[in-house]
Nanobody, 120 residues
Framework: QVQLVESGGGLVQAGGSLRLSCSASGRTFSSPTMGWFRQAPGKEREFVSS????????YYKDSVKGRFTISRDNAKNTMYLQMNSLKPEDTAVYYC?????????????WGQGTQVTVSS
């Protein structure tokens, strides 16, 4: 089992920045890839970004490329999402995920989510 806990969400003005954190505990080696998803009100959950165990392969949703940066610190069992130049359309609940292949849909664990609200 792996437990995921997100933190760092909040309210920010457009153009501002936030850094989300996802703290993992348990058998993290069994679900080596991690990523972020988000769900806006009335919309389906969507992929935002993911990375592999070593962090040297990263992937991003097109609309966040150049603004968001995903990273991880395996010594701390923590993954991050640095979000810059935030836009109102980034407003959503952001979820941390871990699995055997995030991009392949092989997601084993989810966090509880953290709210990000970007005001215009």
């Amino acid at each position: 089992q792996v437990q995921l806990v997100e933190s760092g969400g909040g309210l920010v003005q457009a153009g501002g920045s936030l850094r989300l954190s996802c703290s993992a505990s348990g058998r993290t080696f069994s679900s080596p890839t991690m990523g972020w998803f988000r769900q806006a009100p009335g919309k389906e959950r969507e992929f935002v970004s993911s990375l592999n165990w070593s962090g040297d392969s990263t992937y991003y949703k097109d609309s966040v490329k150049g603004r968001f940066t995903i990273s991880r610190d395996n010594a701390k069992n923590t993954m991050y999402l640095q979000m810059n130049s935030l836009k109102p359309e980034d407003t959503a609940v952001y979820y941390c995920a871990a699995g055997r292949s995030i991009r392949g849909g092989r997601i084993d664990y989810w966090g509880q989510g953290t709210q990000v609200t970007v005001s215009s």
